[in-house]
């Protein structure tokens, strides 16, 4: 069994897991921040609130689908060290533009025409900057980390992301909007800082170029600079939907890694539906002001991160799938409590909005907040050992394309879970109803987690019998 606590002390870990974190941390604080004060100052409308929302997170999520198969070629092929370096340089001047829509909103200089664009495109780049880094933070860690390593340093870095999370949800939830602009810029110039410390992590396979299966050919044919200039964006998106769709067949062929790929699907998400819900949920259900918005995110993300270490230690530094099942059935249960506590709320009378010590005092704060916490811990226990039997189940060449089709199959799930949330808001079902959604998605995840560790047990049956 390795402990997590001795890779903190290793260069070849810190430096990638500072530079994790802190990304973790911007793109929480950043989105946060937006979505709380679009949410709690913008708009005044459950409906408007809920789509913004939505909104938000799909344009976060749209480059996970586009652009994962690109991201995942330039892992597998190119210094992963360097790509890191690239990305956080890239994510200095992302920040300046999010927080130049932050304080335009806060000063409400033409927040509809401006503001609320700048801050969209910047949440889609830092999703874009997301999407080069994810297959990097998980395909190094079989590079630079022993065998019986890789466990512990998956369960860390999952761990860390979501102590980041909680640390950028708690500073998104309780500063100013204008604090914030200034802290997303600082945060991206340390990290920028931290990047350049991670060792060299040179491809497997050296030499091969970046495959574009239908750029290449079409600008072969095409000579004018003008045409290629009009036909690059088109052709370069379908290309990438090509290679998308390619890698992720390639991918999934393996029927243990389809498995993985499709359990931690569901699992995000339920998360991405649940994350959505919160801030209306917060507002205009529970009667609570952003602060308490943003506990249910610190809870969450505590949830995840004890889940993340407590399933390193009942496996005892295996990667399996064994405790996957049970783990996503008991998040179902959570979920299921979570609505019926929703659902037996009482608003206060006044209407005024609770502050996080009047929330804590209602008798119904301690069961919420109990089993929100417990959705997040059987989460963390589910979904962490599928993440390193992806890293270890293939090639170490392939990992980081494993990953980018794990993140564009991911992505495609939550878009979706996103969109039924739209959907059944415009039917008209109550957010509290739209939980069950989630709580039903949690019973997919327990039958895929049960069918891969049958295929574990499989296929570590057939090598020991040779």
Not at 350 to 359: I, P
Request: net charge positive; proline share 5%; hydrophobic share 55%.
């Amino acid at each position: 069994m390795t402990t997590t606590t001795h890779l903190i002390h290793q260069r070849r870990f810190l430096p990638l897991f500072v530079t994790q974190l802190l990304g973790a941390f911007n793109d929480n604080l950043y989105k946060n921040a937006m979505v709380l004060f679009v949410v709690y100052s913008i708009y005044n409308s459950e409906a408007r609130e809920g789509r913004f929302s939505a909104i938000a997170s799909a344009a976060f999520i749209i480059p996970f689908v586009v652009f994962s198969a690109l991201s995942g070629q330039l892992a597998d092929l190119r210094d992963k060290a360097r790509i890191i370096r690239i990305v956080k340089t890239c994510e200095i001047g992302i920040m300046l533009v999010g927080a130049c829509g932050l304080l335009l909103a806060w000063r409400r200089v033409e927040v509809d025409a401006v503001a609320i664009p700048l801050m969209i495109a910047a949440l889609f780049a830092m999703g874009l900057h997301s999407t080069f880094f994810g297959p990097i933070k998980y395909a190094i860690l079989p590079q630079h980390l022993h065998e019986d390593e890789v466990l512990a340093g998956t369960g860390l870095v999952e761990a860390g992301t979501y102590i980041a999370i909680l640390a950028g949800t708690i500073v998104a939830g309780w500063i100013p909007v204008e604090a914030a602009a200034v802290v997303v810029v600082l945060t991206a110039l340390v990290g920028f800082v931290a990047g350049r410390q991670v060792p060299p992590a040179p491809p497997a396979q050296c030499g091969r170029a970046l495959e574009f299966p239908l750029l290449r050919p079409v600008f072969a044919r095409v000579s004018s600079p003008v045409a290629r200039t009009f036909i690059f964006v088109p052709v370069f998106l379908a290309d990438q939907g090509w290679s998308a769709w390619r890698l992720v067949s390639n991918t999934m062929r393996f029927r243990p890694v389809f498995l993985a790929i499709m359990a931690i699907s569901f699992f995000w998400t339920v998360g991405a539906v649940l994350f959505i819900q919160f801030p209306p949920l917060a507002k205009n259900v529970l009667g609570a002001s952003k602060e308490v918005a943003s506990l249910f995110l610190v809870v969450f993300s505590i949830g995840i991160a004890i889940g993340s270490v407590l399933i390193n230690r009942l496996l005892k530094g295996k990667v399996s799938a064994r405790y996957s099942p049970a783990s996503v059935i008991v998040m179902g249960l959570f979920v299921v409590a979570f609505h019926l506590v929703c659902k037996a709320w009482v608003l206060p009378t006044d209407r005024v909005l609770m502050g996080a010590a009047t929330f804590i005092g209602h008798p119904l704060a301690v069961p919420l907040l109990l089993s929100l916490l417990g959705i997040a811990i059987s989460g963390g226990m589910f979904v962490v050992p599928l993440y390193a039997f992806l890293t270890t189940i293939v090639d170490k060449s392939e990992t980081a394309r494993t990953i980018a089709a794990n993140n564009i199959v991911n992505s495609a799930a939550m878009a979706l879970g996103s969109g039924l949330a739209i959907g059944l808001s415009a039917l008209h079902v109550s957010i509290v109803n739209q939980l069950l959604l989630s709580g039903a998605m949690c019973s997919i995840s327990a039958l895929l987690g049960y069918l891969l560790y049958r295929a574990e047990r499989h296929h570590e049956l057939s090598i020991h019998h040779g």
